[in-house]
C-alpha cells in the first residue's frame, strides 16, 4: 500500500511537470535537456560497472545534452546548422580518446558510447522536431505533437497493467518481460486508437488541430506510439536483463532511474517524426 502511494505521487508530479514544460518552448527545452542529462548519466554509470567497460560519462552527457539545446535552436530557427559542428567534434574527440586510453576492449567503449547518444541523446532531441514546425513563412511552438505522444504513451501503460492484470493469459514476450500479456497490449492499444481519435474530434471542433489530421491520421499516429512504445519498454527490458540489474536507477521513488520511465519514449517519439512526415508525402 505505501508502495502504491509513493508510485502515484510520484506519478502525479511527474505528468504535470511534462504537461506544464509542453506549455512554453523555454520550459519545455530546459526540462527534457535536463531528463537527457540525467538519462545519459544514469545510462553511463550502469555500463561502466560492466568489465573491462570505461565510457567518459561526462563528455557524453555534455555532448547528449548539447546535442538537444543544438535541435531546439536549429528547429526553432533561433541558431544556423554551424550550431551542430562543437557536437560532432566531441563525437570525433570521444572516437580518438580511445586511442590514447589503453583500454581492453576499446571496440565495446567506443559501442557503449555512442550507444548513448543513439539511444537516448538523438530521440529526445527529435522532441524538438514535433514541437516547432515551419508553414512556409515563420515557424511555430506547438504543444500539440510531443505532449499527444506522452499522453498515448501513458493511456497505453495504464489500459496495458489494467487490461494484463483482468484477463491477461498469453505472454507478449517472456523471454524479455514475463509481466506482460498479448490481452494487455491490445487492451491498452484500443484505447490509445480510442483516445487518438478524440483527441482529434477535440482538436477540429475547437480549431486547434495544427497538424492537419484526419481521424485516421490520429488513430495511425496512436497505434505507431503504441507499438514503437511497447518495443521501447522491451528494449530497456533487455537492457537491464543484459546488465542483470530490476531498475536502472531510484531517482524516482517507485519508478526506478530515468531509463526506466523514459523507455517508451526513446522509440515512441522517432517513429511519431517518420510517421508525421510521412504523411506530409503523400
Not at 115 to 138: E, T, V
Not at 184 to 201: D, Q
Not at 236 to 257: A, Q, V, W, Y
Request: proline share 4%; aromatic share 14%; with cysteine.
Amino acid at each position: 500500500m505505501k508502495n502504491f502511494i509513493v508510485r502515484t505521487i510520484t506519478s502525479v508530479f511527474f505528468v504535470a511537470a511534462i504537461v506544464t514544460s509542453f506549455l512554453n518552448p523555454r520550459a519545455m527545452t530546459l526540462l527534457f535537456s535536463i531528463v537527457t542529462g540525467m538519462t545519459i548519466w544514469e545510462y553511463c554509470s550502469l555500463v561502466n560497472d560492466r568489465p573491462f567497460i570505461s565510457v567518459n560519462r561526462f563528455i557524453s552527457t555534455i555532448s547528449g545534452v548539447y546535442l538537444f539545446l543544438a535541435m531546439a535552436g536549429y528547429n526553432s530557427g533561433l541558431t544556423p546548422a554551424t550550431v551542430f559542428i562543437p557536437y560532432l567534434v566531441s563525437i570525433v574527440y570521444l572516437m580518438v580518446a580511445e586511442l590514447y586510453m589503453k583500454a581492453k576492449d576499446p571496440i565495446n567503449n567506443w559501442a557503449y558510447t555512442m550507444l548513448s547518444q543513439l539511444y537516448i541523446a538523438l530521440p529526445l532531441s527529435l522532441l524538438n522536431i514535433l514541437a516547432f514546425r515551419s508553414n512556409g513563412y515563420s515557424i511555430q511552438y506547438s504543444y500539440l505533437a510531443p505532449l499527444a505522444v506522452f499522453v498515448f504513451l501513458w493511456i497505453n501503460d495504464a489500459g496495458a497493467y489494467c487490461v494484463g492484470s483482468l484477463i491477461g493469459r498469453h505472454k507478449l514476450f517472456p523471454r524479455i518481460s514475463p509481466g506482460k500479456s498479448w490481452e494487455g497490449s491490445i487492451g491498452g492499444g484500443v484505447l490509445v486508437v480510442v483516445a487518438a481519435v478524440v483527441t482529434w474530434h477535440v482538436t477540429t471542433l475547437y480549431g486547434v488541430n495544427d497538424l492537419g489530421l484526419s481521424a485516421y491520421g490520429w488513430a495511425g499516429l496512436g497505434l505507431v506510439v503504441v507499438v514503437f512504445g511497447t518495443w521501447g519498454d522491451l528494449i530497456e527490458s533487455l537492457f537491464k536483463r543484459t546488465l542483470g540489474i530490476k531498475d536502472s536507477g531510484n531517482i524516482l521513488p517507485g519508478h526506478g532511474g530515468m531509463l526506466d520511465r523514459f523507455d517508451s519514449t526513446l522509440m515512441a517519439v522517432p517513429a511519431a517524426v517518420v510517421y508525421l512526415y510521412t504523411l506530409t508525402l503523400f
